[in-house]
């Protein structure tokens, strides 16, 4: 069976995503190819070809794929797809728009968020805020899927030489949407779904100082992720891109510390994948402790700086 990896990349590096993606379509087909759709893309094309089970690299550049607008990304892939059995992507921003545009050209359906490969045409993914585990079997000809990557290990570099990278023709462009700006974070801690630790605070933490005075510094002390809960987003104590849960980011790091977060169904259902979770709350009925590991039951604003004095003290 051969499979198209849609690579997420920013032209010069490809993203930890895509590396987790490919691990999900070597499972759907032995033969993969990735495609690097940019603007001057070459690096992250050299990147993907070093990774372990890519067959080929397809690197097309020109002016209009240069921000990977979905529409002018969908438009190479759909006449590509006479030669692949299935579309893969990991479940980014950008993926989530151009996906469902190639599904729809295809005049097939899209398979979102898949968490495990059953077989080739046969997956399956988490439904009502991950409650349950819907087993989807797709008659398609032309699967089109979306990967949840936080279930999946990340692909390793290959040990032999890297796979040949063929550039092919960026095609006509579309032109029914233009580049305006973009506005970018530059952050100074690891990105939330590429972190190995995050530490996330919730409602308890009951200000955006107290962030900075405690979650940050803890935070910084562990090489962490700064993470954060739907309340403490909606009250406005740090920015929408810290949420974790179905309504922000999906993570899956090795530890997950939750400070004053009580465990909404939708926070647990970003995070309870983390292989490590320590919860720190004064409610010891909160239902984050259903899915801790490690549980401290108390006042935060003296745990937290207990804690952080401890790691101090360990030479952390």
Known sequence: MAVLLLAEHTETTLSGTTEKALTAARAIGADVHVLVAGGAA?????????????????????????????????ALIVPMMAGYDALVAPSTARAKNTLPRVAALLDVMQISDIIAVVSPDTFERPIYAGNAIQTVKSADAKKVVTVRTASFAATPARSGAPAPIESIAAGGTVGVSTFEKAEIAKLERPELTAARIIVSGGRGMQSGENFKKLIEPLADRLGAAVGASRAAVDAGFVPNDYQVGQTGKVVAPELYVAVGISGAIQHLAGMKDSKVIVAINKDGEAPIFQVADYGLVGDLFTIVPELEAELAKAGK
């Open 42 to 74: 070459r690096g992250a094309a050299e990147a993907a070809a070093n990774l372990d089970g890519v067959t080929k690299v397809l690197l097309a550049e020109g002016p209009q794929l240069a921000h990977q607008l979905a529409e002018e990304v969908a």
